[in-house]
């Protein structure tokens, strides 16, 4: 199967490529159209640009030359994607663009570019990017989060509260998004990835995400959940507990805060 993969040299081997891919996304930005794949029956499941697939082939060319033994799951059928083996020591997840329709396309808050390391079920090693908001983020299991911004060193960071912004998910019923602000906070669309490291991001309180089109939040949208998780975060599902460590059991919804005040408001502004 391979020799195993270090987390560490993982995050340290990809971290200039999620650099890459995050300058590409954001130079297209505003530049490229939707060319919908086909077979997909959700809108925002089936956007695709350009830009999708250039920040794509940016993460798996410097990963197939370094960790060519891996197997991927990656969000786009790209040239590199079809060279790795079906099966490998450890699995890498790949977004590219992460909220492409909404985000991304028309421009409705916050989308992600997200790498992900996972051993045994479990992620062992993240990276994720905000592109647009200029943030740049990676975690190793057991070790801490950093975060750096364009061009600087990456430092480590811990989930704090930062104001009252809130990340909602573009889904999020409108009586949750009424609840969210009668109870003071600030709701703001975003993707899955960016709601996961709400509380990494100045100004902001938390996010709260429900899977749309699926039963659960998938194995992409438990990236940025890791580094939250990794950075000291309160994470629960839609029912209070404890949001799943591992990539298969299923959560509903995604709930992140700083603090457990917070957690425990969002939670009461989901249920109703």
Do not use: W
Request: net charge neutral.
């Amino acid at each position: 199967m391979g020799r195993a993969i270090a987390p560490d040299e993982f995050v340290e081997a990809l971290f200039p490529a999620l650099r890459q891919a995050a300058a590409i996304a954001r130079a297209l930005e505003g530049r490229v159209a939707n060319e919908p794949k086909r077979g997909e029956s959700r809108a925002a499941k089936a956007a695709l640009t350009i830009a999708d697939t250039a920040a794509q082939e940016a993460i798996l060319v410097p990963l197939y030359e370094r960790f060519p033994e891996v197997c991927i799951e990656a969000e786009e059928e790209t040239a590199t994607a079809r060279r790795f083996p079906a099966e490998g020591p450890a699995r890498v997840v790949v977004d590219p663009i992460d909220g492409t329709l909404h985000s991304y396309l028309a421009g409705r808050g916050l989308y992600a570019v997200m790498v992900g390391l996972a051993v045994a079920g479990r992620y062992e090693a993240a990276l994720l990017a905000l592109p647009r908001e200029g943030f740049f983020f990676e975690a190793v299991r057991g070790r801490g989060a950093r975060r750096a911004r364009a061009h600087e060193t990456l430092r480590p960071v811990q989930a704090r509260r930062g104001g009252s912004l809130v990340l909602i998910s573009h889904e999020l019923p409108e009586p949750v998004r009424g609840r969210l602000a009668a109870r003071g906070y600030e709701p703001v669309s975003a993707s899955g990835g960016a709601i996961a490291v709400a509380p990494l991001i100045p100004g902001a309180a938390g996010g709260v995400r429900m899977a749309a089109g699926t039963p659960s939040i998938s194995v992409r949208g438990r990236i940025g959940a890791f580094i939250a998780r990794e950075a000291g975060a309160r994470l629960c599902s839609e029912d209070g507990r404890e949001f799943p460590d591992d990539l298969e059991t299923p959560a509903r919804a995604l709930l992140v805060a700083a603090e457990e005040a917070d957690r425990k408001e969002l939670l009461g502004a989901l249920a109703g």
